[in-house]
């Protein structure tokens, strides 16, 4: 899965918006919403969110955890601990990312905020990198993925399929009479 | 009254100092940028003792034996006094404080220094200290409020700000130019003036509004003001200029009462007034010190000009408490129904505790942000007290102590869903169709117009040259006005962009003297209400129509359509309450008043905070307490309280501002306001719902719920009469999913009422239905035995069927030709109604049973209206009988009969069958006509089966009310095949069985069936209902007479709804 999949699929998320258009309720395959009604909010995906903003339908209007206090915290809580600690958006680079590039006007202090979910990100990414080193040093033959978001996984997946794949490759070869075992 | 100039002597190296006198006025401090603080006992002290504080000290204050000092390292410190000892360090900056100063109490301290922080620290814990940040550039001075409320700072940008302390919120700037020192001070005691140096000036700020009240000045002053200080007694106003001149002012009067120079012309930079007035210590920048002797204090010179205080109108004397203490006897003389007096109850607190007045000061406590003119009553010191702080008032003098209710400060007028006009960034407007942002700072004076809907016009940004303070917003235009200045007249300023024409706006000016106090718009018109006590209407246009008066000031306009809300002082109101009356005119072709003038009811000690109309046209008013009152238009244009928004809040100090109000769907929309009253402008807040919830008794129990949702759909349902009634057009299904939703709540507490055994109610409840919903009732009520209260029912439904006819009767010609084969049964139902009644006796109690239990779910189900369910229940009744009468053919079943005495020797072998019959009757409720797998359970309670079946035969042989269903004919017709199949097969099983084949039949087969049951049913059921007609003739010519008179078409709409179910 590439960053492309991973955001198309975090634009199902659910965000508010505040419509400057009225309109019925409109009935999509993954459910209804709506109704619309000028400067009331209404939870719609992202997908839709993004639409509406680039056509100046609407304002967003920021999930509750996109606030720098909140930030602040989970990134202290993030440095502090060793272990990966929950996250308050499964997809909260992603929808960072979206938000932030499209609708930066609706979102009080929107660069500290992309400083610090960029410092949380960078601490998590980290955090994985320093545990995948230590997964193949001691050569451990499973490891917990709590708390990990998609994007997350998949930034380290494929180089650390990859690489373990090349390693057992390097390592039958050294030992070529047990590689016959398998 | 001319002052003595002493001389002055040597204090100081030279540099910066100042000055202040001890709590008794016993010495005077001073310190200088020797990094001494000296401590004189007179100016003649020869040997002033010394407390060396550091470096260089910048600022002294000194109050309850503490001595603070700003130092050159950067701290704030403390000493004792008058020993000197060090007593620890208050905080620290990082770079060196200008100036610190105590609050009345002497509590806690502020402090701005150079790096462009206010720092406010609690000074008996250094710990608990605030920072306020805001000022570009190094602060110069600060001023606490005595009455802690206001920090105000003033810095070398020019700036001044205002601030709450307790949060910092910025409460308001102004421009100045700070080459001074800049000195501020507040008022004492009252804190009701803010004087700030302001070049050759000194301005006076009002507390309340932030507006600028006066300005004193002298020709004398030649150079920029450095310093100001108030007299203790609030009265007199000192300062002290760059060149070196001493003036005072009589505030009051704007007299310049002294002026003095300075002997040598040096700059004075520090002023202290002696606490018992009469004294004024400065010193200089060359660090000398002096001393005014005899400077007026008392205000006997002055009192006598002031008898023209008399005829200050009654705001005045609320706001202008501040120099009440000193005309006590006056206020004497003046009615004691007056607020000051109470003021100053809080003030002399202490010096009169034994008076044992009641302390009224609890109603004006409630919030801080209340600020709509309220907060000139947030008197009381609500810290420590004012212990420390005897002003030089002369002692407190008896006064004729009054006892009686207070009144309350009558509300100013505003405009609803708009925030209070001293904030620099406010709401002007939050309505329905948008938002008008104010702004009023440093680098804009400007108003931003947005849209909720783009379609109805684009935002917009004015400048805002004219400073309007109003605004209403319509889908036709923007109305703007502001209140008169000096030179200006009060000017309306409409933006009418629907307008076709080319010019799309216009300008009216009022008649000097008269300010527009609040205004609004509606479909095509303006409303205007002015100071004059006058409603101007306008065209949209700008064509000016009727003016005419009101008979108190205004205190809010909203306009909806045709329709002019006008809500006005009505009287004064007393104990914090307001007495406000209401006007609701319509101004459409046939003009005339809907509600003339009556009083409109708050809670208690509130005040309005918001009115307007809903969505569709309904008045509807909040007030401070948060309990929103809709009128209600059917019960007299009496109003109802539908909601309290402070039952949302989470927290005390929460709120709720309403910005609008929709009546379909039920929403009260508003922005949630955490720690306050009014939202911000930035971040742009975001606006909640709230469900609408009438204060009805025992919401927690189900009739109460179902109580509240019926008044309130009946409530909010009003408008649709209305709307009707005045030409809209309306939406005639939500009216009908409205009505519909009611019924079946009706319904619902019937059916509740039923289960409880309250048929008196069920009586009740059935009067408010309509009639097709009575005719359900009646079915229910038979369903469930209750054959006393069907029979009721009945008759409740003939009489509401004879209502609607004569209706019918007055439009149209009368229908004569009435069905027979109808009115027989109408005759047949009341027959069988009451030959059961007498038959079902409390035998039945295992049938009773199983229909409590079908009632307590019924409710879920949708009651009586599931299709489904109806059928089952014709069925297991039918099936039981079907049933029963196949056993009786057995040996072991008892003869069919249906006389009484029969009934009542079953009776008496009536070992309640309950086992059986609750598993029977549970189990298809849940999933009807399910198969129920065989039990063991079930073979164990055989014994009491036949005489369950032949309850239930009893039952329906005697009224044999059901028709046969396609099921039985079915049954009966294979029961032979199932026999064969299972031999066996008990009875029970036998139906169990069929039930399940019978439900693999296909649809059409199925409907077959049933189609023959309906043939089949009706001849039976006619003859059995000759031969019960000689039965019971007797009863039916009693009761059947006045039925019998009006052959209704009761029957034919209970038996088309049959048809239709089945």
Request: aromatic share 6%; net charge negative; glycine share 6%.
């Amino acid at each position: 899965m590439d960053p492309a999949e991973v955001e198309f699929l975090a634009e199902k998320e659910m965000v508010k918006i505040i419509p400057n258009f009225s309109l019925d309720k409109i009935y999509l395959i993954g459910g209804d919403l709506g109704p619309f009604n000028p400067g009331l909010p209404v939870e719609v995906p992202v997908w839709l969110a993004l639409n509406l903003k680039q056509r100046q339908k609407c304002r967003i209007v920021p999930p509750e955890w996109m606030d720098t206090d909140k930030l602040e915290e989970i990134r202290e809580q993030e440095r502090k601990l060793d272990t990966f600690t929950p996250i308050p958006s499964l997809y909260y680079m992603e929808l960072t990312k979206l938000l932030l590039n499209h609708s930066a006007d609706n979102i009080p202090k929107a660069d500290e905020i992309r400083t610090l979910v960029k410092d949380i990100w960078d601490t998590r990414v980290a955090k994985l990198r320093l545990s995948a080193d230590s997964f193949i040093s001691q050569q451990e033959a499973h490891a917990q993925l709590d708390n990990l978001t998609l994007m997350e996984i998949n930034t380290t997946r494929s180089f650390l399929l990859d690489s373990l794949n090349y390693m057992y490759k390097l390592r039958s070869n050294l030992q070529p009479g047990r590689s016959q075992d398998y | 009254m001319p002052c003595e100039r002493k001389p002055m002597r040597y204090g100081h190296s030279e540099g910066h100092t100042d000055v202040c006198f001890d709590d008794e006025g016993k010495c005077v401090v001073t310190c200088g940028s020797d990094g001494d603080v000296r401590i004189w006992e007179s100016l003649d002290d020869d040997d002033p003792k010394s407390i060396n504080v550091g470096e260089k000290v910048y600022s002294v204050g000194l109050k309850n034996g503490k001595l603070v000092t700003a130092v050159s390292n950067n701290t704030i410190q403390i000493h004792t006094f008058p020993e000197g000892d060090p007593d620890g360090i208050l905080t620290r900056f990082t770079t060196n404080a200008n100036h610190v100063t105590f609050n009345s109490s002497g509590s806690r301290v502020a402090a701005g220094s150079s790096d462009f922080i206010v720092k406010i620290v609690e000074v008996v814990d250094s710990s608990q200290q605030k920072t306020l940040r805001g000022h570009d550039a190094p602060i110069l001075s600060v001023a606490l409020d005595p009455s802690d409320e206001f920090l105000a700072s003033s810095s070398c940008d020019g700036s001044v700000a205002v601030r709450f302390y307790y949060n910092g919120k910025h409460k308001s700037s102004d421009v100045s130019n700070a080459k001074s020192l800049c000195r501020l001070a507040w008022q004492p005691r009252s804190g009701k003036l803010l004087a700030v140096p302001v070049d050759l000036t000194i301005q006076l700020y009002d507390r309340n509004t932030w507006t600028h009240v006066s300005t004193l000045s002298d020709d004398l002053i030649s150079q920029v003001v450095n310093v100001v200080v108030w007299s203790p007694c609030g009265k007199f106003l000192a300062a002290g200029t760059v060149g070196g001149n001493l003036l005072v002012w009589d505030v009051e009067a704007k007299l310049c009462i002294e002026r003095q120079k300075h002997e040598k012309g040096f700059t004075v930079c520090g002023m202290a007034w002696h606490p018992s007035g009469g004294r004024i210590a400065y010193t200089d920048t060359e660090g000398c010190l002096g001393l005014l002797e005899g400077v007026p204090s008392s205000s006997s010179t002055v009192q006598s000009t002031k008898v023209s205080r008399k005829t200050h109108d009654y705001d005045d004397l609320f706001d202008e408490d501040d120099d009440r203490g000193l005309d006590e006897g006056m206020s004497d003389s003046r009615s004691p129904v007056k607020k000051p007096i109470m003021e100053e109850d809080d003030d002399d607190d202490d010096l009169m505790p034994a008076t044992g007045r009641p302390r009224n000061r609890g109603s004006f406590l409630d919030d801080d942000d209340n600020s709509q003119g309220m907060r000139c009553l947030h008197k009381a010191s609500k810290e420590d007290g004012s212990s420390a702080i005897l002003p030089a008032v002369g002692p407190a003098v008896s006064r004729p102590v009054y006892e009686g209710p207070m009144p309350t400060q009558p509300q100013r007028a505003f405009q609803p869903g708009s925030t209070p006009v001293h904030l620099m960034h406010r709401f002007m407007v939050w309505n329905s169709v948008g938002i008008v942002r104010g702004y009023n700072d440093d680098q804009d004076n400007a108003i931003d117009v947005e849209f909720h809907d783009t379609a109805i016009h684009h935002a917009m940004h004015l400048t805002n040259t004219l400073g309007h303070t109003m605004a209403d917003l319509s889908q036709e235009a923007v109305l703007l006005a502001c209140e008169g200045t000096e030179e200006l007249a009060s000017k309306i300023q409409c933006l009418h962009f629907s307008c076709w024409d080319t010019h799309k706006d216009w300008i009216v000016d009022l008649p000097k003297g008269e300010d527009v106090r609040t205004l609004c718009l509606g479909q095509g018109w303006a409303a205007v209400a002015t100071s004059a006590l006058m409603v101007r209407l306008f065209s949209v246009g700008g064509v000016q129509k009727e003016i005419f008066s009101l008979p108190g000031a205004v205190v809010c306009m909203a306009g909806h359509g045709e329709q002019l809300l006008i809500v006005y002082h009505r009287g004064t109101g007393f104990d914090g309450d307001q007495a406000l009356g209401i006007q609701l005119l319509q101004l459409g072709h046939k003009r005339r008043q809907v509600i003339h003038g009556e009083p409109l009811p708050l809670s208690r000690k509130s005040y309005l905070a918001w009115m307007g109309f809903t969505a569709e046209g309904t008045p509807c008013c909040i007030d401070s307490e948060g309990v929103v009152r809709m009128l209600n238009r059917t019960l007299g244009n009496m109003w109802t309280p539908v909601c309290n928004t402070r039952d949302s809040c989470k927290s005390k100090s929460d709120h709720y501002w309403v910005v609008g109000v929709h009546e379909n769907p039920q929403q009260l929309r508003c922005i949630p306001c955490k720690g306050a009253r009014y939202p911000p402008t930035l971040p742009r807040p975001a606006v909640a719902v709230l469900p609408f919830n009438l204060p009805y008794c025992q919401t927690t129990t189900e009739k109460g719920q179902m109580e509240e949702q019926y008044w309130r759909s009946v409530l909010f349902q009003n408008h649709y009469g209305f709307l009707s009634s005045s030409g809209y057009e309306i939406d005639s299904e939500g009216q009908s999913r409205a009505e519909k939703e009611q019924q079946e709540l009706l319904m619902k507490m019937f059916a509740l009422s039923c289960k409880l055994e309250r048929e008196f109610r069920c009586v009740e409840l059935a009067e408010i239905m309509t009639h097709s919903v009575v005719t359900l009732a009646i079915r229910y009520a038979s369903r469930s035995r209750r054959m006393a209260l069907a029979q009721r029912l009945s008759e409740l439904a003939l009489e509401k069927a004879s209502q609607i006819q004569e209706e019918e009767q007055e439009e149209e010609e009368p229908e004569e030709q009435m069905d027979a084969e109808e009115s027989t049964e109408t005759r047949k139902l009341s027959k069988c109604s009451s030959f059961s009644s007498i038959l079902v006796s409390e035998k039945y109690s295992g049938l009773k049973y199983i229909q409590a239990k079908i009632c307590s779910s019924f409710e879920e189900m949708k009651l009586l209206l599931n299709f489904v369910f109806q059928e089952y229940l014709i069925n297991i009744f039918k099936l039981q009988v079907s049933g029963a009468g196949k056993s009786s053919s057995s040996p072991a079943g008892q003869p069919r009969t249906t006389n009484v005495l029969d009934s009542m020797t079953m009776s008496n072998r009536k070992p309640a069958p309950l086992g059986s019959t609750s598993k029977q009757g549970k189990a298809p409720v849940l999933k009807p006509l399910a198969p129920k797998p065989k039990s063991k359970v079930h073979c164990a309670s055989m014994p009491h089966r036949d005489k369950n079946i032949e309850t239930f035969q009893n039952a329906a042989s005697a009224p044999r009310v059901m028709p046969k269903t396609g099921f039985q004919l079915w049954l009966e017709e294979n029961r032979k095949s199932i026999l064969a199949d299972n031999p066996d097969f008990e009875e029970m099983d036998v139906i169990k069985e069929g039930m399940g084949r019978f439900r693999t039949l296909s649809a059409e087969e199925r409907l077959n069936w049933t189609e023959r049951a309906k043939g089949d049913s009706d001849p039976k059921k006619r003859k059995r209902e000759d031969e019960e007609g000689q039965v019971d003739e007797q009863t039916e010519s009693d009761e059947g007479r006045t039925k019998k008179k009006k052959p209704l078409d009761t029957s034919a709409k209970l038996s088309a709804f049959a048809f239709n179910k089945e």
